[in-house]
Every structure is written in C-alpha cells, then in structure tokens.
C-alpha cells in the first residue's frame, strides 16, 4: 500500500505540476571541485577509485575553489543511517572554507558504525546556516537518502556519457571514415543507445547524429543501479522505472534525464525562504570531483545549497565480469584484445584499477603483464613493450585480475595463445582433396589463433591467399579452392605472426573418384561386374585371394557397368561376405563391400536341327555342313538343359546374340520357346523374324530369375547367295558362276581345302565369277558370313 500510494503521488505530481511537462535542464554549468583522500586500513586512494565507503574509512576532504573567491562557502558533510533512523548530531560537521588553518577549512572524518550514506554540502555563508542545515538533514533523513542516491546514479551514468562522446568526437577529429565500425563497440563497452539510422548518413554528419539528444542516449546499467540502490531497495527501484515511462515526460532511457525533476521534487517540500537546493553530478577523476549544475547558483535568499552525493557506505560489490571472447586471443597481435561483457564502469571510471592478466606458465607459477580498458576495442589490450610472456608457447590459460576499489578484483579466464614451433599437421588420415570442387581441410597447430597467412601453391605456379576459421584451440579449417585446378601435388603453407618461416603441408589434389555403387559376383565365376560412375578409373579389384581386372566398359542409362576378369586366384563360395579394395589408377584406395551370390544358372546344347528351304526352281542348291552352318533361309530346332537343382519356368528366356556384341533376340515361351520338362527347354530360331544385322557366329544364354547364364555357341548364321547357273569349259577357261549377291562368297576353289581358290574382292557386285575347273563336278565356297565352313556348289 505504501509503494502504490507513493506511486500514485509521483503520477499525480507528474501531471499537475508544470515542471513535468518540461524536459529537465541538463548538468553543463561548471560549479566548484572538492578534493577527498580515502585511507582503509593502510592504504589511501583518490575518490575517483573509490566505488563505495566503509565504515571505519577516514576521509580528508577540502574544497578547491579559486584563491580570489568572493563567496564564502561552508562544507559540511552528514552522514546518514536510513530513510527513517534520522543520524546524531555529531555525524554532521562543518568546515569554513575560507579559513586560513587547514584544520578548520578542511573535513577529517571517519565513517561512524552504522553509517549507510554521505551527503556534502557546499552552503554559502550565512548566520545560523549550520543549525539550519543540520536540522533539515536530521529532520528528513529520507529525502536526502533518495537524493545521494539518485545523484549517485546520475553521477555514474554522466561518466559514461562522457566517455562515449569523448571517444565519438576524437574520432571526428581523425578518422571519421571509422565511425561506423566504432560507434557499435563503443555502444555496447558503455551501454549507450546507437541510433544505427545515423551511420548510414554521410561521414561529416555522423557524429553530431550520434550524439543528438545526449541525455537520452545513456541506458541502464544494472551494476550501477545496483550501487546506488542501498537502503529503499523496490521502492527506488519503481521510482526509477517510473521516470524511464512517457507518463513521466522523460522518454524510455536512463532515469540520468530524470534527475534534476526527481530533486526538485524532493527538496521542493522542504526549501525554506533562507536557503534552496541545488543538486549536482560529480565527474571523479583522481582525488577531484568536479561538481556539474543544472542550474546557476544564488547567493540572494534563498541562497543555493550544493548538494554533493558521496559513494555509497556498503560493502564493495565488483561487477561480473564475462569473457566475450569467441575462441583463443592471440597474444602477439598488435590489435589483440580481451572482450569483457557486463561492466561499463570498467571503461568511464577508475574503479578497476591496477588490472592484469596473469599467464600460467608450465611450471605452475605465473606472469602479470598490464591491461588497459577500451571502451573503443570492446575489452582490455595489452600494455605496450610487455614482452615478458613471449617466452610461452602454445595455448596458456590466463587469468584476468586487478583491484575494485580497495579489494581484489578478479575477472574471466581467457585461452590465450602464442605461436610455438611444432608446425602443423592435417588432422587425421590425408585427405582425399577432389579438383572440379572446393575442399574443406582442417589443421592441427598448438596457436590457431595467431596464424597470420594460408597460401596454397601449385608446383611452378603462383601462391594463392586462402581465408581460415579458428575452429577450436587447436585447429583451424581452411578451404582449398580447387573448382579450376589440375590433380596433382598441392603446397600448403601455414605462417604464423612474427615467425619467418612457414610451416610447409604436401598435399595432393585428385581427379572426382570413381563412385562406386556395388560388386557383382557369383559363386564359381572368374568375373564379376562393377556399377558405378567413372569406372575407367579403376585399375584392380582385388576380393580375398582373386585378383580382377577390368575387360570392358559399357554405359547404361546413367551408371556405367565395368567388366572384370580374374587373372589370379581361386573361384569363391556363395553367400560369403567380402571387401573389395578398389585400387584407382591415380593410387588411391577405395573398399566396398560384397556378398558372394549364389552360382548361376548354367545350360547345355543337347541338339539341334537346321532346315535349309529349298531353291527356287532356277536356282542352284548349295550343300552346307549339316549342324554348323544355318542358312538365313532356313531356320534351326536346338534344345538345352539345365544343370544343378535349377527348375525352369514359362519366364525364363534364351538369348540369342553375334560373338562381336552386336544384335541380340529374346526367344520367349510360345512357338519360339517350348518347355519339355523342368530340366530341359526345345527352341525354334528363324533368322526371317530377325534383322538383317544378325549374321555370323551366334551365341546363347539362359535367363532365369534375373541371373544370366554365361555365354555358349550355337550356331553360324550364314547369308546365302543366289546362284543361278555354272557352266564349265576347257581347264583354262575355267567355271563360270552367275547369279546375284555373289558378293558374299568371299573365296572359290576346286577342291575342299580351297588351295588356288579364286577370291572375290570387297564390295563385288557383278553378277558373273570366274572360278577353276573342278576335278570331281563340285566347287567349294567361303562364305563371308562363315569363313570357318566350307560350302559346296555343284558344277553340272
């Protein structure tokens, strides 16, 4: 109810009161310093590296102002215990500014037990002002707590804002073309609002972009807010959410905008005809604080009371510091930085101070070298001439450390890493790098981090540049552009930053391997078939014992089908399972695997019958060898039978084919396939039905179940000329043979063996041969289509 209640209040004021309506005045008047020493224990620091107060802390406190001061101000300084625990009147000293002593000019205090905040105040001289002061401080402790607070929050993210515009303006002043990459860090070091719109505005005009409407730019900082929120916890909190609404008039950012407007607020309940609140904001910087005013001061009644807020009486709470690092730094790079994430004080105060980074050496002991902030780099760099770590290698695990104020300070641990001189490697087996294609290869090296140039180069030719990806603390992944290149030896050359030579890696790029996509090979046969894709580059085949090599490359649909044929070796069993290695002729290896499958059907020529039709009544009628030769006007019966336990069946078929490859039949169940029993098929081959290609030695196998039987002979297909008549004469005229086609005799002689025969020249196409005189009424034939057979013609 108190929370909802007060909520209410602020609304209500929000939207009565004129103010509210009006954007606050921004703290740019310059107003006088205060110079404070804070000693703990033994150690004294400046102000400026002080994040908060402790009891016990004695503090030396002056006011600087100019020796020619016409104003006298009194400082007096009250400590507080709470919103509702007004403090004793001892916790409220003064001292006369002007005085000539030093002891009465300047504050000597000591943090009282209980002690939770710290207020100064500059007061101009006024009688009574020290009892005035006093009890407004004791009266309303709250207001004041709230003050300190807010004052305190608005001082911390003023130091950002600082910083932020100092940077963005001294890279106008000499690099503007580099806002564009600088404005992200420096947004994200310092959590400041990036109006990214202003980036894309040309060069001269991005910097007043970026720092347009300045107040509005500084977001919240949960570190900070969380220093300043010490004793009204929620309640500070929904006031500071509270000003950061439109409700409020104060836009959606840093309650920093709010500030001036929450104080008046606050002192306006209390202001008296003798004296009037003034807050300001402190810029700390060594022991300085220089005060910033939002408004000029008065020294007419009511005289203007500065009111100063001083850190936070509680225990040190240093920011959590986040490693932003994507993978190892690399330690001798000139732009090497260590990225923090979660503590912008760290880049616009001196709080964190004295930081290191300590590197673990092998021995366990360790090395500090010096870190610097940058707000501009996004982390801390390395100080300059530390070399003392050059003496590692490898990667070193190292520790980010330093002082919070008075306190140990510890950071995130980084992987940092240096070049060693172990080289690189290829990870794993050498790669298979394919040319027509872009290869991806992945190095093994103790610094991945500080490798500083990839080159690829080809014997003879130029080195070309390469990108690389760290991919982990030990390797990197290069890609070999390799779309236009020839297979051969490749030179791949890692060089790491600082070191002059190169590690050297011999590689070797290869022609698109053959795509290997099964083996087919039956129980007992010395062949076997490759399917695949670029099968011209296999050079062997070796399964167990047997040993194949390629014997012929055919290509169908879009899978080429290699031949192979034992040339050492021993026949396999069925149903083994087996790898092949597939040797390639450019060296390369690749196993497949194969199960052995079962025998294949094999069948016998059991008979045959060939039928010659008979001539016509002018033709003469050639005598043919009776079971060799099958006249292409003639058609042949022939039975096979089948071994082992195969049965046939109405599917199985017999092919017919020439010796060379060429044409090929199907004889299917019906008049051309009949079966006489499970065991034995009866054929009819009428070359008639068939293509005028299909001539010569003809081959037949069986197909049965998808498996082909091998190839056996059959029979000889022969075109027959057409010889009308032979007339004779003396022994020195000879024979004369006429008729047509007789092109296809290839040779014709007297006696069987042919000896003298007269031959008949390519491409004849006369229709009269001169031929010898038969000893026995009978020529003898060679025919073209079976020069293996002799024909005889009889001569009466």
Request: with cysteine; aromatic share 6%.
């Amino acid at each position: 109810m108190m929370i909802a209640g007060w909520v209410a209040a602020l609304l209500a004021m929000a939207a009565s009161t004129p103010l509210a309506a009006a954007d606050p005045a921004p703290f740019e008047l310059s107003g006088p310093a205060l110079r404070i020493m804070v000693t703990r224990g033994d150690q004294t620091l400046p102000i400026g590296q002080v994040p908060s107060l402790s009891e016990g802390d004695r503090l030396a406190i002056r006011a600087d102002l100019p020796q020619d001061q016409g104003a006298r101000f009194i400082l007096v300084a009250a400590f507080l215990r709470g919103a509702t625990n007004p403090p004793p009147k001892d916790w409220v000293q003064f001292a006369e500014t002007w005085k000539k002593k030093a002891k009465d000019r300047e504050l000597e205090l000591t943090v009282p037990k209980g002690a939770r905040q710290m207020v100064l105040f500059l007061v101009p001289d006024t009688g009574g002002a020290e009892g005035t002061l006093s009890d407004a401080v004791r009266g309303k402790p709250g207001e004041f707590v709230r003050a300190t607070q807010d004052l305190n929050q608005a001082s911390l993210d003023r130091s950002r804002l600082d910083s932020f515009m100092a940077a963005i303006q001294a890279q106008e002043n000499t690099h503007p073309e580099y806002l564009r990459t600088l404005a992200p860090v420096l947004a994200r070091s310092l959590s400041m609002k990036l109006n990214e719109d202003c980036l894309s505005k040309v060069i001269e005009m991005q910097a007043a972009c970026l720092l347009d409407n300045r107040e509005s730019l500084v977001l919240t900082d949960v570190h900070s807010s969380s220093m300043a929120e010490t004793l009204t916890g929620a309640p500070t909190d929904l006031a500071l959410q509270l000003s950061a609404t439109r409700e409020a008039g104060y836009g959606y950012y840093s309650p920093y905008i709010g500030v001036a407007r929450d104080i008046a607020r606050i002192f306006g309940a209390f202001s008296n005809p003798e004296f009037d609140y003034l807050p300001t904001l402190s810029v700390r910087q060594g022991d300085a604080m220089h005060l910033l005013l939002n408004a000029a001061p008065s020294f007419q009644k009511p005289k203007s009371v500065m009111v100063v807020a001083m850190p936070a009486i509680e225990a040190d709470s240093p920011p959590r510091l986040r490693s932003g690092a994507q993978g190892p730094v690399c330690a001798v790079r000139p732009d090497a930085v260590l990225p923090v994430e979660g503590a912008p004080l760290i880049y616009s105060t001196a709080y964190a101070r004295d930081m290191k980074l300590a590197f673990r050496t092998a021995s366990g002991g360790t090395i500090d070298v010096p870190v610097t902030p940058r707000a501009d780099r996004g982390g801390y760099v390395l100080a300059a001439n530390s070399g003392q770590f050059r003496t590692l290698q490898g990667s070193v695990r190292a520790h980010l450390h330093g002082k919070w104020g008075f306190n140990r300070f510890d950071g995130p641990d980084f992987t940092v890493q240096l070049p060693d001189e172990k080289g690189w490697s290829i990870e794993g087996d050498k790669p298979s790098l394919v040319v027509g294609r872009d290869n991806a290869v992945r190095l093994n090296g103790g610094a991945p981090a500080c490798v500083e140039s990839v080159t690829l180069r080809a014997p003879g030719g130029q080195a070309q540049s390469l990108g690389w990806k760290v991919t982990d603390n030990d390797s990197i992944t290069v890609t070999l552009p390799l779309t236009e290149r020839r297979a051969g030896p490749l030179e791949l050359a890692v060089k790491y930053l600082g070191v002059a030579e190169p590690s050297i890696l011999a590689l070797r790029s290869y022609a698109e391997p053959s795509r290997l996509d099964g083996l087919t090979i039956h129980a007992g046969d010395r062949t076997a078939t490759l399917a695949g894709q670029r099968l011209d580059q296999v050079d062997s085949v070796a399964l167990g014992d047997l040993l194949l090599r390629p014997d012929g490359l055919t290509r169908e649909g879009k899978s080429d089908r290699l031949m192979l044929k034992a040339i050492e070796g021993q026949a396999l069993e069925p149903g083994r399972a087996m790898t092949a290695e597939v040797s390639l002729r450019d060296g390369r290896q690749v196993d497949l695997s194969v199960k052995v499958d079962a025998p294949r059907p094999q069948i016998r020529l059991l008979g045959k019958t060939i039928v010659a039709r008979p001539p016509g009544d002018e033709g003469k009628a050639l005598i043919l060898p009776p079971d060799t030769l099958l006249p292409d006007d003639g058609y042949m019966s022939f039975s096979v039978a089948v071994d082992g336990d195969v049965r046939l069946s109405p599917a199985d078929v017999i092919e017919v084919a020439t010796t060379d490859g060429g044409d090929m039949v199907r004889l299917t169940a019906g008049k051309a396939l009949q079966m006489e029993g499970p065991h034995v098929l009866v054929a009819r081959l009428d070359p008639s039905a068939f293509g005028p290609a299909l001539f010569g030695p003809l081959q037949m196998r069986l197909l049965h179940n998808g498996e082909a039987s091998d190839w056996q002979p059959l029979v000889t297909l022969a075109r027959l000329p057409r010889v009308d008549a032979v007339t004779c004469a003396t022994a020195a005229e000879g024979c004369t043979i006429s008729g047509r086609d007789l092109f296809l005799i290839e040779a014709v002689g007297a006696t069987a063996t042919l000896d003298d025969a007269a031959t008949v020249a390519h491409g004849y196409t006369g229709a009269v041969l001169k031929a010898p005189l038969p000893t026995a009424g009978k020529l003898y034939l060679r025919l073209r289509d079976a020069p293996g057979d002799v024909v005889m013609l009889p001569a009466g």
